[in-house]
């Protein structure tokens, strides 16, 4: 059942679309629905879905030495953080496919081209800003727990267990970042497929995200932890699974965000 949520409820000036109730029968239809899409369209884009693995290993390379070393943990896990603004080509995908139109690969630069240029550049922005405030919380909290004992070198990785100071950084690390990862889906879920999908500025994509996240509180955060779940299991082994897992959580969220708004 649609319901509408008046535009004063967040904000007067920013107009929001009707979003609707889900339930986890909804979230297991847009996972199933984008399997199958990524069954279809696996022989063109797997190598789209290899330039996450590709970038693990750079900021691996980047990082594994003794002066960057604290960030690459941070690093990677925070680069889950730019996947909505990734996948906007999976979901132009999915668009097509679904409108029964071509969806062939070299339609998945199109939102680049066209009308969504400018809002998903914006929301990039956005979920930029999100990850350098991530990157330097995660530093703080090293620099006030584990790094209070020394710096970390790269070949004593082991203290980090072995230290009180190691789980604290661990404990307090993971809370901070699950803070972020909650505002970063609340506000992204639903706003790059929809500026994808429709004529819509940045700021009503994610008044219309927000809307949604708060009309769907459990579910959005069953969501997040579904896609977190994905993309560990992706990581296995040296993050070469995250070429089929980036695929199909694009589409899905496709189909996710069919489910949440009227469109």
Same mark, same amino acid.
């Given at each position: 059942?649609? +319901?509408?949520?008046?535009? *004063? ?8 679309? &009707? ?13 199933? %629905? ?57 979901? *132009?995908?999915?668009?097509?496919? *679904?409108?029964? +139109? ?29 990850? +350098? ?22 070949? &004593? ?6 230290? &009180? ?32 999908? %429709? ?19 459990? *579910? ?44």
């Amino acid at each position: 059942m649609a +319901i509408t949520v008046h535009p *004063e409820s967040l904000s007067p000036a920013v107009p929001i679309a &009707e979003v609707r109730r889900i339930g986890k029968a909804d979230m297991d239809w847009a996972l199933a %629905q984008g399997w199958r899409d990524f069954r279809a369209k696996r022989g063109d884009l797997l190598f789209i879905g290899v330039i996450y693995p590709v970038v693990c290993f750079v900021a691996a390379v980047v990082t594994f030495n003794d002066s960057l070393f604290p960030l690459f943990f941070p690093l990677v896990a925070g680069l889950s953080i730019a996947g909505p603004a990734v996948a906007s080509g999976f979901y *132009e995908l999915a668009r097509r496919r *679904e409108a029964g +139109i071509d969806s062939t690969w070299w339609h998945f630069l199109d939102p680049l081209k066209g009308r969504s240029r400018t809002p998903i550049a914006m929301l990039t922005l956005m979920l930029t800003g999100l990850f +350098i405030g991530w990157l330097a919380a995660a530093y703080a909290i090293y620099a006030l727990t584990f790094g209070a004992d020394g710096p970390m070198r790269a070949s &004593e990785i082991s203290r980090i267990f072995t230290t &009180e100071s190691g789980w604290a950084m661990i404990v307090i690390g993971n809370l901070v970042g699950l803070g972020f990862a909650l505002v970063a889906i609340t506000v992204s879920f639903v706003a790059f497929p929809m500026v994808v999908d %429709q004529p819509v500025e940045a700021h009503t994509a994610v008044a219309t995200s927000i809307a949604a996240a708060r009309r769907n509180p459990g *579910e959005t955060i069953g969501w997040g932890l579904r896609v977190a779940a994905l993309l560990v299991l992706g990581t296995i082994p040296f993050g070469v699974g995250l070429a089929v897992v980036l695929p199909w959580l694009g589409y899905a969220t496709w189909h996710l965000y069919t489910r949440l708004v009227v469109r």
